[in-house]
């Protein structure tokens, strides 16, 4: 699948916070439903105008549509999160997650040069679990209790090296 990244541009803005006028989607993104649309919108174009230092977000494209962002986020030195969301939902179960982590992967070792990304997923959110192992992310322990669509869970941590990524290749 063709995913693209490319930097943020103020036009996304708009369209990742429209992904949130969806109640049900705000749910499984973990995103707050208590903003006002406006708000919201507000705060996105904030974002993009000016993400913080230890944030990389990059917009995930397909066929020239927005399907999505990738995070790695961090500020040890060759190390980064590995973060990524497909919106709206009804892009949901296409295999776009498993598409923009790969290229979130990609661009980390094969852009930016790190040592190691890491992920993490809560448990209870089976869809992410098995888009973290998909790509060959390894299970290193488990991190805090969470909760997940109300119910309490724990995050299962993943990780992988460049050597890794280097050996399993691209996809």
Same mark, same amino acid.
Do not use: C, K, N
């Given at each position: 699948?063709?995913?693209?990244?490319?930097? *943020? /541009?103020p036009?996304?803005a #708009?369209?990742?916070? =429209?992904? !949130?006028?969806? *109640?049900?989607?705000c749910?499984?993104? @973990?995103?707050s439903?208590? *903003?006002?649309p406006? &708000?919201?919108?507000v705060r996105?174009? #904030?974002? +993009?105008r000016?993400?913080?230092?230890?944030?990389?977000?990059?917009?995930?494209?397909?066929? @020239? &549509? $927005?399907i999505?962002? +990738?995070?790695l986020?961090?500020? #040890?030195?060759?190390?980064? /999160?590995?973060?990524?969301? +497909?919106?709206?939902?009804?892009?949901? @179960?296409?295999g776009? !997650?498993?598409?923009l =982590? *790969? =290229?979130?992967?990609a661009? !980390?070792?094969d852009?930016? !040069?790190?040592? #190691?990304?890491?992920?993490?997923?809560?448990?209870a959110n &089976?869809?992410? +679990?098995?888009?973290l192992?998909?790509?060959?992310?390894? /299970?290193?322990?488990?991190? /805090?209790?969470a909760?997940? $669509?109300?119910?309490?869970?724990?995050?299962?941590?993943?990780?992988?090296t460049?050597?890794?990524? @280097?050996?399993?290749?691209?996809?």
């Open positions: 699948m063709g995913v693209l990244l490319r930097p *943020l /541009e036009l996304d #708009e369209v990742i916070a =429209a992904w !949130g006028d969806d *109640l049900l989607f749910d499984e993104a @973990g995103w439903r208590d *903003l006002d406006a &708000e919201r919108r996105w174009v #904030e974002l +993009v000016a993400l913080p230092a230890d944030l990389i977000r990059l917009a995930g494209v397909l066929d @020239g &549509e $927005l999505g962002y +990738v995070d986020h961090g500020s #040890e030195p060759g190390r980064r /999160e590995l973060g990524y969301l +497909v919106g709206g939902r009804e892009r949901w @179960g296409r776009l !997650g498993t598409a =982590a *790969l =290229a979130g992967l661009h !980390g070792f852009v930016l !040069g790190l040592d #190691e990304i890491w992920a993490e997923a809560a448990d &089976e869809a992410s +679990v098995r888009i192992q998909r790509i060959g992310l390894t /299970e290193t322990g488990r991190g /805090e209790d909760w997940y $669509l109300d119910r309490p869970t724990f995050y299962r941590q993943f990780a992988m460049r050597s890794d990524w @280097g050996r399993a290749g691209p996809g």
